[in-house]
């Protein structure tokens, strides 16, 4: 899967847009696992945080879910542009910890003058999950069907019947994230952020 950067700048004073009503994100500490592959020299400048958003932007009254979100903070402060935001990309793709290796996905003089910012989308992983299955049992019984890359007939019909089960899992257990979960929702909630 591909990755992709979104580049924001500090919101203006402009109450119509996007963001403007939003809450501030309150960053607080990283777990130390979720940043232990950071040189320990580095580690302050990472900061964690979990962030609110609706569940249906078109009807708010449905409830929210919350956002897992990582930050590297700019190495130059007093020259900061704005935030970077990685999108891990996918679908199911976390990004939570891809500011630990922001080294290998920007220049450095991104990295100096952006903070950078990883996340779960919707749905996935420390953000609000995806639950299709009632226990881990159903889970390991339909996976264990679904090779990876099917080759033989046999790896085609099971593969194809593991998927169709995988979906009725999920219309019986996800709830209501499942049909909330689309690209248009992600792109709203990074504008809100």
């Known amino acids: ?19 403007a009503s939003a809450p501030p994100v309150t960053w607080g500490a990283c777990a130390p696992a979720d940043i232990s592959n950071v040189p320990p020299a580095e580690r302050s400048r990472f900061s964690c945080a979990t962030y609110v958003v609706p569940l249906d932007y078109d009807r708010p009254s449905r409830g929210t879910i919350n956002l897992a979100l990582m930050r590297r903070a700019a190495g130059d402060q007093a020259n ?13 793709g976390s990004g939570y910890r891809l500011p630990t290796i922001t080294e290998r996905i920007v220049e450095p003089a991104v990295g100096d003058r952006f903070d950078v910012i990883g996340f779960d989308p919707r749905g996935v992983a ?13 889970a390991n019984e339909v996976f264990g069907r679904i090779a990876l890359l099917p080759i033989t007939r046999k790896e085609e019909r099971d593969a194809l019947s593991g998927l169709r ?4 899992f999920c219309d019986r257990f996800a709830g209501p994230l499942l049909e909330e979960m689309s690209t248009e929702n992600v792109a709203r909630d990074l504008d809100r952020l």
Do not use: H, K, W
């Open 80 to 92: 900061r542009i704005g935030s970077l935001f990685l999108n891990p990309g996918g679908p199911g």
């Open 165 to 168: 089960d995988y979906g009725r």
């Open 126 to 138: 420390r953000s609000t999950p995806l639950r299709c299955f009632a226990t881990q049992e159903d």
């Open 1 to 19: 899967t591909a990755a992709s950067l979104i580049a924001t700048q500090p919101a203006a004073a402009d109450p119509s847009t996007a963001g």
